[in-house]
């Protein structure tokens, strides 16, 4: 019989697949940090929530940079970001609208 992990295992286990799948797409091409801090961080949003249906877009204004929240923690393409100065994307409703068109210059 498989016991059913506790919670804090749970959330240990899904932060180490984010962690896996963020170095994954960091690692499948040369520049991808560039691309994915310098116009294309709306972007990678929309690729970890489409792995994990629960995260959410938060804006940096400082930086001019979208983080994703998963759980309690924010990613990027470098990683998990700790301490991040940011508030939910959806306060900026022109910034929301506009981000998807955002994109690294080629």
């Not at 697949?17 to 797409?25: C, Y």
């Not at 938060?58 to 924010?74: A, I, M, P, Q, S």
């Not at 990027?76 to 940011?86: F, K, L, M």
């Amino acid at each position: 019989m498989i016991r059913p992990m506790p919670g804090n295992e749970n959330i240990k286990r899904r932060h180490f697949q984010i962690l896996q799948l963020i170095s994954a797409i960091r690692n499948s091409f040369d520049g991808s940090v560039a691309v994915y801090t310098q116009g294309g961080c709306f972007q990678f949003y929309l690729i970890l929530r489409a792995a994990w249906s629960d995260a959410q877009p938060w804006y940096d204004g400082v930086e001019g940079h979208v983080l994703t929240k998963l759980g309690k923690r924010f990613y990027d393409i470098t990683g998990e970001i700790r301490q991040p100065n940011v508030y939910p994307l959806a306060r900026e409703p022109r910034i929301a609208r506009s981000a998807h068109r955002w994109s690294y210059p080629l």
